[in-house]
């Protein structure tokens, strides 16, 4: 793998957030693999699986049903190797009924493949986040 | 000539029938002389004779043996006497000798039987066995068997006498008696009992000593004030698993049989009329110088011979008081009609029992010469009579005896008024006799006679049961001289009055239960109180022997028809309609006259009480209803359960739902006994299926109502395995025990429960159920502290139904999370829990639904610091649930909550508690009333309410929700650490801080760990230790901010500067002050706001702004906190103005005192101490 690969991957994920954080599901779809998968870290409450654009189409909108703002923002980003990005994130909300602000930190683990996001995987710690990824 | 019992011809000469072994001869009873055959008195005496010259003995007046029932439990004391050396003895006579000798032999023994009340139930080989109890009670049942046992030994003695001068053998006899339930019934065309009260007594027969009587436990228990035993080693015997116990007696204590022993320290309660009127009666009698006749009637064990007791010790202690004669009449035994009277006499003339005859007779002729004075000759010719009448010995004068007997008695009646009225003119009298409803009618008579006839100041009180009157009703009443007098039961308080002297240690609940089974009968509460001292609790509804014959004998001397009616009536329970009595109308029974027949005996009684099933009548007494339905055979009372169950479906129609838990009761009853009876199996499975659905129903009714231990009975029982429920039925039985398990506060049952549900709801693929159930689980072990499973639970209910159409139940389970996350301090995932299901009630229409996503949202806001936000989405929270009162019960804590440690608005959050608790009450559930109640003990050490505050927690630790891992655990411990603190006992409180921190740490309550937390701070400054409190300081504010908890973050802070101040860290200490304030200015939180300004002052030494703090806490009604910051603003004073400073010290250290932290106040005024600190608020 070539620094630039790595780059390549980061920049995909950079560019993932950015778009979900701006609401933007076209770029956030111009970005995922036809075979795409996303699941949530298992303490949230529902967590979810979704599974192709159509899939990350309807997670979007539920997601705009709930909260009225979200900011993603990552904090540290690690390259596992093989087309993986570790990136610890703090994710705050603001409850579109509640209106309040709320936020935790997240680790998730990114996997990318020919530059597009094939996987985004949550979890509650870094620590699962790598036995995660350790297990393929 | 011909047996009078059984009718066998027997042969001129023959004293006892060959066939049953009554007696047969024709002689008096009482004075032993021949009588004719057929006379109606005898010649001697005058007794009143029974038809066929035999005497109406006590014995057969009061319980003529009726027909028994064909079948019948009964309680019946069995004996089983043994001819020892029959062998040997059979080997040396010739067989047709050895077989006369063996049956005059046993026949006399059964003649002892007789005598006593018993039935002979059989003369087998060299032995016989004999009934008592059975087919007719008796009171004192087990007493008389034991009685006649000892008496065949007497009788054996004399029956070797004649054997040994006619055929030079004797024999020994071994006697076995054992107490306990049996079938009695026809086995064949024979009447007789069955059970292993009759194998045990003859395998006591077999181990018995020659010439001793054995007894197993419960005779020995019945009758041991009767005789004197002595302990055997416990008996092996064939066919037992267990060791026998077993007592030998060879005495009785007492001449006559059936006294019961006088137990002193009972109080005599509830009777104050009676015994002024006994008192009033004698006076008239003095002032009237004539008889008066009391009659005083009340049913076994009411009181009657207590009564006579103290109103022979009121009169004794009167000036000038009577003199007190007693006689008693036996039910059995004695064989003297005038048994009663005579005890008058001997005592009189001061007559031993163990005086020879002639000495006693002597001793009578002297008191009467001295009563009677004049001429000797007529004193004679009066003792005479007398003598006849007691059956004493007379010798004989060589006068004719009168030929008349009607004018023989009626001379013999007055010669004891003569020499009555003799002892009365020297010294008011007052005699009394007791069971007079077992008296002979001669002696009757001759009450009534001396009623009418003595000249002299003569009380003669009669102390009877109803019976008498049955007898003859004109008893006592419509003469100038006649009381009578009705000993009606005790009150419900007088007999609590009793017990309470009987059982001072015990609480209102065995109680209770005590004074509703007594009825008012003082015996029968002696006798249960005893029980209950002898056996505890359980004794309470288990009847004692002495009670159950007592109220045996009473239904054995019923028409059989009317015992039919009350056994049918049992089944039905202690209150019944005539409707439901229709099953005996159709088996021919005159419903009408036979309850107005037992009306008119006081059995049954109208019922006031009401009821959907069971107005109009009631059993006078439950005891004689669980008497009755104890008689029953267990396959009897299974199909009359079942037939009472069929009658009031019925008539219930569609209105069934009223009388589920009537019916539950008697279809459960029907199965229950039915399977024990062994009926046969189809129509087993008949009454279990009834009884299946109606505990079922009736539990759901109880749920529905929150009757929470009603409703684990009904479920409990459904699940029952004998019922065979289906395993569909069975796992939703389980489920609805579980939930109310849950609500009583049972949670690991209620866990198991539930996993079981689940498990049968997974294999049945019924998702929404599985969901139910995963839900409760979570809840449930979230409130368990096992938060892991909790929350894998709670995601796999909600994986189960979320990709399902919207429901209710993915909304619970979602607020179900949300409450999770919040207790363990995740802030976001709780609100993330909250807005799904908000969102989702807006799908379903449905916005009631979302109150506990609103409480969330009210919580979290609240530890943001954000007062007025919170407390709306709170209050919108209780609105959305009005009329719900589970919902409403949720939504008041957490209002309460919020009020409490949010706005600091005390008084708010006692209202709020207080509703909620209301609430709580009402529906029973454990659980929120421990947490309630211990909220309410942390409002009370706001205030400094100490008292208040023990006894709120400890009300929550009596309601047993209080389990060893629990939330509530933990709040408990923490406040047992703040009682400790206050109390100056500082390491047990450390220990308590450090036991509750480790529950609150495992379940991950964070709240209640960054509370344990900041209060373990004040009490190590308190120990000065201010490393140690910055240490757990430090651990509580990483917690708080983790979970958003800025208020509490702030008094944290506020703290820790002020313990870093003492310390001389003053940097830190500004630094921590400084973020404190500026904090405090972004939150709606009066604590915070106070604390900072407090520790802010602190850290600056400004006593000005640390009064501006004193009146902060002042305002807030927190006196401990502005009596510690009086002496911090002291502190603050010292060194400028050190008059004032003390005098600010001494204040506060007056009011530590009394607030009831002394520690503090020593520390305060002790002139170098270290001030205090921030108390644990």
Redesign the interface.
């Known amino acids: 793998m070539t620094r630039e690969d790595v780059l390549g991957d980061a920049a995909v994920v950079r560019a993932w957030m950015d778009a979900s954080n701006a609401g933007d599901l076209d770029a956030m779809l111009a970005l995922i693999a036809p075979d795409f998968e996303m699941s949530e870290a ?7 699986v979704v599974s192709g654009a159509d899939g990350l189409r309807r997670y979007v909108r539920g997601w705009e ?3 009225s703002e979200a900011d993603w923002r990552a904090e540290e980003t690690t390259d596992l190797g093989e087309g993986r990005i570790l990136v610890m994130a703090t ?1 705050a ?1 603001r ?4 209106a ?1 602000d ?3 930190r997240f680790a998730y683990v990114f996997t990318i493949r020919d530059g597009r996001l094939l996987r985004q995987d949550g979890f509650d710690t870094r620590e699962q986040a790598l036995a995660a990824a350790r297990r393929g | 000539m011909s047996c009078g019992r059984c009718g066998e011809p027997a042969p001129d000469g023959a004293r006892f029938c060959s066939a049953c072994g009554a007696a047969l001869a024709a002689t008096c009873p009482s004075c032993g002389a021949e009588v004719e055959a057929g006379a109606r008195f005898c010649g001697a005496c005058g007794t009143a004779l029974a038809e066929g010259g035999m005497a109406e003995t006590a014995a057969s007046a009061p319980a003529t043996p009726r027909p028994a029932p064909a079948e019948e439990r009964r309680l019946v004391s069995v004996l089983f006497a043994d001819l020892s050396g029959w062998t040997a003895v059979s080997e040396r006579l010739d067989p047709e000798v050895a077989k006369r000798v063996s049956e005059t032999t046993l026949l006399r023994l059964g003649e002892e039987v007789d005598r006593h009340g018993g039935t002979v139930d059989k003369f087998a080989g060299d032995g016989l066995m004999a009934l008592f109890g059975a087919p007719v009670a008796h009171e004192d049942d087990a007493e008389r068997a034991v009685r006649a046992g000892l008496a065949m030994q007497a009788a054996m003695r004399e029956i070797n006498d004649d054997l040994t001068s006619a055929h030079d053998v004797s024999f020994a006899l071994r006697v076995g008696v054992n107490t306990g339930g049996v079938l009695a019934g026809a086995v064949g065309e024979r009447y007789t009992v069955t059970g292993d009260a009759v194998n045990t007594a003859a395998r006591l027969e077999s181990a018995c000593r020659p010439g001793a009587v054995t007894v197993g436990a419960r005779t020995r228990r019945a009758t041991a004030d009767a005789f004197d035993y002595r302990a055997l080693e416990p008996l092996t015997l064939k066919g037992k698993s267990e060791p026998v116990e077993a007592w030998e007696t060879t005495a009785a204590v007492g001449v006559l049989p059936g006294r019961r022993t006088m137990r002193a320290e009972t109080p005599l309660v509830g009777r104050e009329a009676e015994l002024e009127l006994v008192a009033d009666l004698q006076v008239r009698t003095v002032r009237e110088g004539g008889a008066h006749l009391l009659t005083v009637v009340g049913g076994a064990g009411v009181g009657k011979s207590r009564l006579l007791r103290e109103a022979a010790a009121l009169l004794a202690a009167a000036p000038g008081g009577p003199r007190l004669l007693e006689g008693r009449c036996p039910a059995y035994g004695s064989g003297v009609v005038y048994w009663a009277l005579g005890e008058v006499f001997r005592a009189d003339a001061e007559i031993r029992d163990d005086d020879p005859s002639d000495v006693a007779w002597d001793k009578l002729c002297r008191r009467l010469e001295d009563l009677l004075g004049g001429d000797p000759a007529l004193a004679d010719r009066r003792a005479a009579l007398v003598g006849r009448l007691l059956g004493m010995d007379v010798p004989d004068s060589g006068e004719p005896l009168e030929a008349d007997a009607e004018r023989a008695r009626d001379a013999a009646f007055a010669a004891v008024a003569a020499c009555l009225e003799a002892m009365a003119s020297r010294r008011p009298l007052v005699v009394a006799f007791e069971d007079v409803h077992w008296a002979d009618d001669g002696l009757l008579d001759l009450v009534e006679h001396l009623a009418r006839f003595v000249r002299a100041p003569l009380l003669v009180v009669c102390l009877s049961r109803d019976e008498l009157l049955e007898r003859r009703s004109g008893w006592g009443a419509g003469r100038r001289h006649g009381t009578l007098a009705f000993l009606d039961p005790l009150s419900a308080e007088e007999t609590r009055t009793l017990l309470a002297s009987l059982l001072p240690e015990h609480d209102g609940g065995s109680a209770a239960a005590l004074v509703e089974r007594a009825g008012g009968n003082a015996l029968f509460a002696e006798e249960m109180a005893r029980r209950v001292r002898d056996h505890g609790e359980g004794g309470v509804d288990e009847l004692p022997d002495t009670v159950q014959g007592v109220l045996a004998a009473r239904l054995d001397s019923l028409p059989p028809v009317e015992r039919r009616f009350l056994q049918h009536a049992a089944v039905i329970g202690r209150t019944f309609s005539e409707d439901e009595l229709a099953p005996l109308a159709a088996e021919g029974v005159d419903v009408p006259a036979t309850l107005a027949s037992l009306r008119e005996k006081d059995l049954v009684v109208p019922d006031g009480r009401g009821g959907p099933a069971a107005a109009g009548l009631a059993f006078r007494h439950v005891l004689i209803r669980d008497v009755a339905y104890a008689t029953l055979p267990m396959g009897v009372r299974a199909r009359k359960h079942f037939e009472v169950g069929e009658l009031l479906a019925r008539r219930a129609g569609d209105r069934e739902d009223e009388v589920v838990a009537l019916l539950a009761e008697h279809y459960g009853r029907a199965a229950s006994l039915g399977h024990e009876a062994g009926l046969p199996a189809g129509e087993v499975d008949r009454l279990s299926a009834r009884a299946l659905r109606f505990h079922e129903a009736a539990g759901d009714a109880a749920a529905e109502i929150y009757a929470n231990r009603e409703a684990l009975e009904r479920y409990r029982a459904a699940l029952d395995d004998r019922l065979a429920a289906d395993a569909p039925t069975r796992a939703r039985l389980i489920e609805k025990r579980a939930d109310v398990e849950a609500r009583v506060g049972s949670l690991e049952p209620a866990i198991a429960g539930w996993q079981t549900a689940l498990e049968a709801a997974e294999r049945d693929g019924a998702p929404e159920h599985s969901a139910r159930l995963l839900r409760k689980l979570g809840a449930g072990l979230g409130r368990e502290g096992r938060r892991a499973e909790a929350v894998d639970h709670l995601q796999r209910g909600i994986a189960a139904v979320k990709d399902a159409p919207p429901s209710l139940g993915l909304v619970l389970l979602y607020e179900e999370a949300a409450l999770l996350y919040l207790d363990t301090g995740d802030n976001m995932l709780a609100v993330y829990a909250a807005e799904k299901a908000l969102r989702l009630t807006e799908r379903l229409g449905e916005p009631r639904a979302a109150s506990r996503a609103h409480a969330v949202f009210g919580r979290v806001l609240g530890r943001m610091g954000d007062a007025d936000r919170a407390r709306e989405s709170l209050e919108r929270s209780v609105e959305l649930v009005h009329g719900d009162d589970a919902g409403t019960l949720a939504a008041l804590v957490a209002l309460a909550r919020h009020h409490e440690s949010v706005e600091a608005d005390y008084a708010a959050a006692g209202a709020a508690y207080a509703e909620a608790l209301a609430i709580a009450e009402r529906l029973g559930g454990v659980p929120d009333q421990v947490e309630i109640l211990l909220g309410l003990a942390q409002l009370a050490v706001v205030r400094a309410d100490w008292a208040e505050a023990a006894r709120r927690r400890e009300a929550g630790e009596r309601m047993g929700g209080t389990e060893a891992r629990s939330r509530r655990r933990a709040l408990t411990l923490g406040l047992e650490a703040v009682e400790a603190w206050r109390l100056g006992r500082l390491e047990e409180s450390e220990t308590r801080y450090a036991e509750a921190l480790d529950l609150a740490a495992e379940g991950g309550w964070t709240e209640i760990r960054a509370t344990l937390l900041h209060r373990l701070a004040v009490l190590r400054r308190d120990r000065d230790d201010p490393a140690g409190a910055v240490e757990v300081l430090g651990e509580a504010l990483e917690a708080c901010e983790r979970a958003g908890m800025t208020g509490r973050a702030v008094q944290l802070r506020a703290l820790r500067a002020e313990v870093l101040a003492r310390t001389g860290r003053t940097g830190d200490a500004d630094a921590d002050a400084a973020t404190a304030v500026e904090e405090a200015a972004r939150v709606a939180d009066p604590v915070a706001r106070i604390v900072a300004l407090e520790a802010s002052a602190v850290v600056a030494v400004d006593a000005t702004r640390l009064h501006e703090a004193v009146e902060g806490w002042r305002g807030l009604q927190r006196p401990l906190d502005a009596a510690r910051c009086e002496l911090l603003r002291a502190e603050a004073l010292a060194g400028s103005d050190q008059d004032a400073a003390g005098e600010i010290r001494a204040r506060a250290a007056e009011e530590l005192e009394r607030l009831g932290v002394a520690h503090l106040a020593e520390a305060a005024r002790a002139a170098d101490a270290p001030s205090a600190e921030r108390s644990p608020g």
Request: no cysteine; hydrophobic share 50%.
């Open positions: 298992a303490s949230l409450p529902g967590a979810v049903r709930n909260w994710l909300l409850g579109l009924r509640s309040i709320v936020e935790r």
